[in-house]
Antibody
């Protein structure tokens, strides 16, 4: 079955960067893209962007342009999300999610367990 | 403020049906049939319950039903069960520069 396993919780200071990983299994990694969605404490879901598992093409939400970078390593079926210049309002649970239909990143049938990133001085 | 508008809360008794609305615009819900719904229990990752307005993922209970009229999509859950108590989020593809937007979420309470 499809599984997405994310890296562990992180605590960062304002201005720092964070990398969250998402290791996929149970499907052909290069057929599907991965989106990243975050959820601040007690708040709703927010789509951050998407990366193709096929060719590494990316599409970022306007809000995160210039601060987020998404990459993949097809040799290990792992996606990465880097977020820089962290602020306190970046404190959130970050999820990776696989699209239902290849190259159509607007619905997700498999999710990682989430990674809590806490930004605090 | 979320791009899609959902009621903050809805409630129903076991066995009853409830409907959660998701109101967008002519740039998203009104023009694309790419509305999805997610169920999220506390401390857990979201789970897809409806995609493409009306489609249920394989194996999901047919108690979940999705529909759309104009700029408003709806999720109906029939035969309410205690396990349905959760937060529900809608999402839609949009023609704006950020192609996916979520609703603010609705807390379903099973009385």
């Amino acid at each position: 079955q499809v599984q997405l396993v994310q890296s562990g919780a992180e605590v960062k200071k304002p201005g720092a960067s964070v990398r969250v990983s998402c290791k996929a299994s149970g499907y052909t990694f290069t057929r599907y893209g991965i989106s990243w969605v975050r959820q601040a404490p007690g708040q709703g879901l927010e789509w951050m962007g998407w990366i193709s598992g096929y060719n590494g093409d990316t599409k970022y939400a306007q809000k995160f342009q210039g601060r987020v970078t998404m990459t993949t390593d097809t040799s290990t079926s792992t996606s990465y999300m880097d977020l820089k210049s962290l602020r306190s309002d970046d404190t959130a649970v970050y999820y990776c999610a696989r699209e239902v239909v290849p190259a159509r990143p607007w619905d997700f049938d498999s999710w990682g367990q989430g990674t809590l990133v806490t930004v605090s001085s | 403020q979320s791009a899609l508008t959902q009621p903050a809360s809805v409630s129903g008794s076991p066995g009853q049906s409830i409907t959660i609305s998701c109101t967008g615009t002519s740039s998203d819900v009104g023009v694309y049939n790419y509305v999805s719904w997610y169920q999220q229990h506390p401390g857990r990752a979201p789970k897809l319950v409806i995609f493409d307005v009306t489609n249920r993922p394989s194996g999901l209970s047919n108690r979940f039903f999705g529909s759309k009229s104009g700029n408003t999509a709806s999720l109906t859950i029939s035969g309410l069960q205690a396990e349905d108590e959760a937060d529900y989020y809608c999402s839609s593809y949009t023609s704006s520069i950020t192609p996916l937007v979520f609703g603010g979420g609705t807390k379903l309470t099973v009385l």
